[in-house]
């Protein structure tokens, strides 16, 4: 055979990795893997706003690496996806390290060191690679001569170092150390560094071998997207999907309705991305989140308001990353064909449970099929159409109607009236795509009209047969005084 040898150009090379689309959370994410799969205990993130000149740095304590191993670290798909890897270890292509900081920053250094070993530390540069046309990876920067790096290795006496300079998005000529609107972006994205970071690494920081995760010298708190800690979260059965040969856990998770939370609690479980956006799948591969809020591409599953609180933990052993075609940046999957009917399947228990929570306004399911449980409305579905009728059941209604004497015609054209002109059309036009528009029942009533009316329908059990005891238990059951207090819950 005869051939030519086709070298890629670096500076092309370069321009492509810088371009993979990473934000500047996913591409700290990665770094973070790295530390990770370093066994550190503790990773130190930190950003220095200085202008042009400032920087971002990730230090761990991990086991470091001696001078041939951070080379390797620093060479394009040093390791690539055939390579062994420990069970702790977070890579896939051997590239994150570069893809992630080529992503963000002009300057890349690495500095590291084995117990007992030497410090060694490496640069690209990228004005260097593609000036000269070839691979340069610049020896340095030493302690001695660079501040920045002196700063982060006191103390330390082994680990890595990473650090950014000449980032990409504040090294432009209006930019100066007082742009306030520039300041404000960065300061800014470390906001959302850290919200991402709780989130993607929430179980390392969680579990009982935690890893301690510091921005800015501050600890990054954990996010549980299924809030198992709360006592109104629903957990549906937990499988297991055979895929050659290894298994995929499945369990899927129904929060509370918001209104069964404080304010604080309500607007963390809404998550980094908001509540219409963090609905769906979580992959996790090693505890490490994948994706967060994800339908997968799975058919007839779309985001909308009344699946807000499903939430489905998948976790994937490594070994199944070519399965799920997990992609460079470790942003995006695809589930294999033979477990998809499976994953639709328990999605769907997840997205009927959810919309039931959020019909019923937080109770939960087996209380709402109850027989005492009665709402003043029936909404149903009849050959494709919807009818919203007022409960003759209903106490109260029950009770208007039968005590209306010469009225009752009346009463009861009222209340065909009220069911023949519920105002859909506006409502569905004032909606918005999230929950937070609706209108709270007594909102603007005052404590005495809540009180009659709660007193009316009490009366009015009592008069149709209940005990005092029963037609309290019965009103603390009945929407909404389910979730108000008053002589009910005595």
């Known amino acids: 055979m005869t051939y030519e040898i086709a070298n890629p150009d670096p500076a092309g090379t370069i321009a492509s990795l810088s371009a993979l689309g990473y934000s500047v959370e996913a591409a700290v994410a990665d ?44 060479t394009i798909a040093g390791r690539g996806p055939a390579t062994p890897r420990e069970a702790h270890d977070l890579g896939r292509f051997g ?23 030497g410090w ?14 070839e691979w340069r990876l610049l020896h340095g ?96 059965p937990q499988e297991h999907l055979p895929v050659d040969g290894r298994y995929i856990r499945v369990e899927g998770f129904v929060l509370p309705h918001p209104r069964r939370m404080s304010e604080t ?22 505890d490490r989140l994948i994706l967060a809020g994800d339908w997968l591409g799975l058919r007839g599953l779309r985001r909308d308001e009344k699946h807000n609180l499903a939430r489905i933990a998948v976790d994937v052993p490594a070994e199944l990353d070519d399965a799920w075609r997990l992609d460079v940046r470790k942003s995006t999957a695809v589930p294999p064909v033979a477990i998809r009917s499976h994953l639709l399947r328990i ?46 059941d209903h106490p109260l209604v029950r009770q208007v109607l039968r005590t209306a004497a010469s009225g009752v015609d009346d009463a009861r054209a009222l209340i065909r009236l009220l069911e023949e002109t519920v105002p859909v059309a506006t409502l569905r036009i004032m909606h918005e795509t999230d929950t937070v528009d609706d209108p709270e029942p007594f909102e603007e009533a005052t404590d005495a009209q809540t009180l009659d009316v709660a007193e009316r329908i009490y009366s009015a059990l009592i008069s149709q047969g209940c005990s005092p005891s029963e037609a309290k238990r019965r009103l603390s059951l009945m929407p909404p005084f389910d979730q108000l207090k008053g002589f009910w819950r005595s």
């Open 95 to 117: 590239m994150g390290l570069k893809t992630a900081s080529f992503s963000q920053a002009r300057t890349m250094s690495v500095v590291s060191r084995r117990a007992g070993g």
């Open 347 to 392: 999605a769907g228990a997840a997205r009927r449970t959810a919309a039931q929570v959020i019909s019923h306004r937080g109770q939960m399911v087996a209380r709402a099929h109850a027989a005492d449980f009665v709402y003043a409305w029936r909404v149903q579905r009849h050959d494709g159409r919807i009818t919203c009728r007022i409960n003759r």
């Open 120 to 133: 060694s530390a490496f640069t690209w540069d990228l004005d260097t690679v593609e000036h000269t046309g």
């Open 141 to 236: 920067p030493d302690a001695a001569d660079d501040p920045v790096v002196a700063r982060l290795l006191e103390g330390r006496h082994h680990g890595t170092v990473v650090v950014w300079r000449r980032l990409h998005r504040f090294i432009g000529g209006d930019v100066t150390v007082d742009t306030r609107r520039v300041q404000e972006q960065f300061y800014a994205e470390v906001a959302r560094v850290e919200a991402h970071l709780g989130m993607v690494f929430g179980r390392y920081v969680q579990r009982r071998d935690r890893v301690a995760l510091v921005l800015n010298g501050n600890p990054v708190t954990a996010w549980d997207p299924f809030l198992t800690a709360h006592p109104s979260t629903q957990r549906l």
């Open 31 to 74: 770094l973070i893997d790295n530390s990770i799969a370093a066994a550190a205990r503790r990773i130190e993130v930190t950003f220095e706003w200085s202008g042009r000149d400032s920087w971002v740095a990730v230090v761990d304590n991990g086991t470091g690496m001696d001078r041939d191993e951070l080379v390797r670290a620093m």
């Open 265 to 286: 609690e309500a607007s963390a479980a809404a998550g980094p991305n908001g509540w219409l956006d963090q609905q769906g799948f979580y992959l996790y591969r090693r």
